[in-house]
């Protein structure tokens, strides 16, 4: 079947503070650089209940089209 898949080639993680298993997380993802064949996401993830960032996390993926 023809369609397009998009592998993610790069991954780049920071931890900044601890997040607990009962915790209310937030995650904002956002397109921080798309080409038409590469697309770079940012995620940061924060604790509902306090501020400061628990990770930030960058991925890259890219298209490939399948015939």
Known sequence: KNGIISPVVSV???YKSMVH???TILIQV???KY???RLDLAYEITDKN???FATATTLTHIKCVIL
């Open 35 to 37: 080409n038409g064949v």
């Open 30 to 32: 956002s397109v921080t």
């Open 21 to 23: 298993f009962d915790d």
């Open 12 to 14: 780049s993680c920071q």
């Open 50 to 52: 306090t501020v400061p």
